[in-house]
């Protein structure tokens, strides 16, 4: 069951600015789901980071690219990241 004061998929998505807004106005304390609602002014968020998969697999590309062999990647570590 999804908690009451949520808000969450595509509308909040377009809601952002709105919802940033109005958790400011009333003093709510907030923490977003995705680093774009702190672009837009949130105060913080908690959630996976969505471009660093991108910065990695082009890294894989470039790689293979240059000749190495796709077997021979290497697994890569997992790191905490946080926005500031």
Same mark, same amino acid.
């Given at each position: 069951m999804?908690?009451?004061? @949520? /808000? +969450?998929?595509?509308? +909040? +998505?377009? *809601? =952002?600015?709105?919802? #940033?807004?109005?958790?400011? =106005?009333h =003093?709510?304390?907030?923490a *977003?789901?995705? @680093?774009?609602? /702190? ?6 968020s *908690?959630g996976? !980071?969505?471009i660093?998969? *991108? @910065? =990695?697999a082009?890294?894989y /590309? !470039? @790689? #293979? ?5 796709p077997?021979?990647?290497? +697994?890569?570590?997992h790191?905490?990241?946080? !926005?500031q």
């Amino acid at each position: 069951m999804e908690h009451p004061n @949520r /808000v +969450s998929g595509a509308q +909040s +998505s377009a *809601y =952002r600015e709105l919802i #940033i807004t109005l958790a400011a =106005r009333h =003093r709510l304390p907030t923490a *977003y789901p995705l @680093r774009f609602f /702190v672009t837009a002014g949130g105060p913080l968020s *908690y959630g996976p !980071d969505t471009i660093e998969p *991108y @910065r =990695r697999a082009a890294g894989y /590309v !470039d @790689r #293979i690219l240059k000749g190495e062999k796709p077997g021979n990647h290497t +697994s890569q570590k997992h790191h905490l990241t946080s !926005d500031q």
